[in-house]
């Protein structure tokens, strides 16, 4: 089965009638960037945030829209907002990417990693972090 990203880039491609080579040159992105998105099965890491913009822009595509379909192919679910299987889904207002990616994120760590990422959010909002509960 093709991931979120696989199937975004794949759908777009068939109702569009497009190439990678045309993603590519609308986005300003390599082609071999394209074709490796749309053809691997697992994503590794989330892509950088120049090839999101260049593949949402090749795509003719919100970038909300695409950077969500990456975060699920590197399994991370973004939860609310659109579906990413919907290609003219736009984001709702108000929302921001990096902070619902981050959240979905953090839900992934261990119990102990995630007390450590709230003392560093609370240091970094210059709060004294609480301490951590006894066991």
Do not use: F
């Not at 777009?12 to 992105?29: F, H, I, M, N, T």
């Not at 082609?31 to 099965?41: E, F, K, N, Y």
């Amino acid at each position: 089965m093709a991931n979120a990203l696989q199937q975004l880039i794949r759908e777009r491609l068939d109702r569009k009638g497009w190439s990678y080579g045309d993603v590519a040159r609308r986005g300003g992105v390599p082609r071999s960037t394209v074709h490796h998105l749309a053809t691997t099965d697992r994503v590794v890491r989330m892509p950088q945030a120049t090839t999101l913009e260049g593949l949402a822009k090749g795509l003719e595509l919100p970038l909300d829209t695409v950077r969500r379909a990456a975060a699920e192919a590197c399994g991370i679910h973004v939860y609310g907002g659109p579906d990413t299987r919907d290609a003219d889904a736009a984001a709702p207002r108000g929302t921001d990417p990096e902070v619902e990616l981050l959240i979905a994120s953090v839900q992934q760590l261990s119990a102990e990693d995630r007390r450590h990422v709230a003392a560093l959010v609370e240091s970094l909002l210059g709060r004294s972090a609480r301490p951590a509960p006894e066991k």
